[in-house]
């Protein structure tokens, strides 16, 4: 049996407590552990030089973990070390699915998905119009730009739309029920012909492009299979798509197809049209689009035809992108699509508290700071300083708590931070996501992340000082962030000492992140009653 993997966990004094607690359950057959406190406050505020200067790496480790918002460069550490430097979770308690307790490694960077993106009025836009659509949904996560005609709506510019694609270096479709326009843009360079059937097949021997065959009804599969069987004895490439229909309207008749066909004909290439779904059901399509493509990995139905028409439907391409990632994975893995990521979930976290409301209490207690944090637990919104500890649901009854503790009366700036902060906890609480102070709400597919520098610090928000002198404020405030410092200490297991309890006391000079910004601790007031201190 091999030895155990000895990792080196760095962190700061806010969070070692909490870090050995959970470092305890790690299996010990699988993983040694130590702690290296670089003995600054916050985590967070560690950088490469403090990293580099204060913390010792003791014998055997073989990986060090650095705290997910570290902004420290892993690269630079690792060299510096000479063992392989990563950054883990923003959240202690994902530490043990970090490390793959869950029974797997996740790895989203395959799929065997290819999805064709419908722009379905094409007819009536400009090339140049079309290229920049392309282009976007391009970049969205689509692999084929699908043309789409309309009914009794002249489309003259086709074939100059499939050149400027091609030129782009864009795979493309045609999609159109006119046999004229499949054939002028198989000619122009079309990749894909969407829709053949067994009356129209004679333009897929005609053409370079790849048909997608259909049945002349949707109720009509054996009209497929024979478009199919002609398409195998010439040995042509093709695509089947015996066709998804909405809801009401034999939507659970035609999944019986796909297994049909799929039966039928077990090593075909097939398509599905999500679109009869997604667009003509008014509920988030995220699930939907989940199921859909949880179906097309069962049945190694490898193609998708999506549209996006309806405003509900607006990250259709990002979804059905991060469905297809999620399901190949855990295919490959032969589990369920479970403890993938948070792609899929848009509205509710399957983890959204990171601390029990004895946890956070704990922390409340050990404030001696005027500075608000807030939280979320089971029991609703939580927010703290070393004068308040209100608990509740609703972001604006913490109004009188605020009149009563601080003095946010006059200053605007901070005043819509707090009212900012607060509504955005109770958006978390309501829903069940996760909520972490001075961050966005995670919505996974459903709207893009921020896009952060993870080796640099945020930009200073509005919240300490405002207004236009508001630079050379933040620049008179801010200080190195190992102003009393602790000395830096690395232990393992059963080294703990009842010194290093969660506290939050300020050391002289000390501070903390606020919107990715240090701030300077105040010094308590005579009257601790009478005041209170910007987050």
């Known amino acids: 049996m091999s030895a155990p ?45 403090i990293i580099r200067r204060r913390v010792t790496i003791p014998d055997g480790a073989t990986r060090i973990v650095l705290p997910g918002r570290c902004r420290a460069n ?60 392309g282009l976007d949904l391009a970049r969205r996560g689509a692999d084929v730009i699908d043309l789409g005609g309309l009914p009794d709506t002249d489309f003259p510019h086709l074939e100059d739309c499939v050149r400027l694609l091609k030129g782009a270096g864009l795979k493309v479709s045609v999609d159109s029920f006119s046999l004229d326009e499949l054939t002028r843009g198989a000619r122009a360079g079309a990749d894909y012909l969407l829709s053949l059937n067994e009356q129209t097949l004679d333009l897929a021997f005609e053409t370079d492009a790849v048909p997608v065959l259909v049945p002349v009804r949707p109720d009509d599969l054996p009209s497929l299979d024979r ?60 699930g939907v689009t989940a199921l859909l493509v949880g179906m097309c990995s069962e049945l190694a139905i490898r193609n998708v035809l999506i549209v996006q028409v309806s405003n509900h439907t607006r990250r259709t ?105 607060l509504t955005k906890a109770e958006t978390a609480w309501r829903l069940g996501k996760r909520y972490v102070q001075d961050e966005a709400l995670v919505w996974g597919a459903a709207a893009d992340a921020e896009a952060e520098d993870t080796t640099a610090f945020k930009k200073a928000g509005h919240t300490k000082h405002s207004g236009p002198a508001a630079a050379a404020i933040a620049a008179r405030d801010a200080i190195p962030p190992e102003a009393g410092a602790a000395a830096p200490e690395t232990t393992g297991p059963g080294e703990t000492r009842a010194a290093d309890a969660i506290s939050e006391t300020p050391a002289e000079g000390g501070g903390r992140i606020v919107c990715g910004k240090f701030v300077l601790d105040e010094p308590a007031p005579a009257d601790r009653s009478a005041s209170a201190g910007k987050a």
């Open 74 to 133: 892993p690269e630079a550490l690792a060299a510096h070390f000479g063992l392989p430097v990563e950054r883990g979770p923003d959240e202690i308690v994902d530490l043990p699915a970090y490390l793959g307790l869950a029974g797997r490694t996740v790895d989203l960077s395959r799929h065997d998905l290819r999805i064709f993106s419908e722009i379905v009025d094409a007819s009536k836009m400009t090339p140049d119009q079309i290229l920049a659509k």
């Open 227 to 286: 478009a199919i069987e002609q398409m195998e004895k010439a040995g042509r490439p093709y695509m089947a798509d015996p066709i998804l229909e909405p809801i009401h309207f034999g939507f659970v008749d035609s999944i019986t197809r796909y297994h049909e066909t799929r039966k039928r004909w077990p090593g075909i290439e097939m398509m599905m049209g999500t679109g009869n779904l997604t667009e003509l059901t008014e509920a988030d399509s995220l």
């Open 317 to 421: 391409v990002e979804e059905h992108d991060a469905a297809r990632r999620v399901m190949f994975a855990a295919k490959a893995d032969s589990a369920l699509p479970k403890g993938y990521g948070r792609s899929l979930l848009a509205l509710h976290d399957k983890r959204p508290y990171v601390q029990t409301p004895d946890e956070v209490a704990a922390q409340a207690a050990e404030v001696k700071d005027p500075n608000y944090r807030i939280a979320v637990a089971q029991d609703g919104i939580h927010l703290f300083n070393r004068d308040l500890h209100a608990i509740g649901t609703d972001a604006m009854a913490f109004f009188s708590d605020l009149q009563r503790t601080g003095n946010v009366a006059s200053d605007g700036a901070h005043a819509f931070y707090l009212g900012g902060e």
């Open 5 to 49: 993997e000895h990792l080196v966990f760095i962190t700061g004094r806010m969070a070692k407590a909490r870090l050995e607690k959970v470092a305890a359950t790690l299996p010990p057959e699988r993983f040694a552990w130590s702690i290296a406190d670089a003995g600054v406050k916050v985590a967070a505020l560690m950088t490469e030089e």
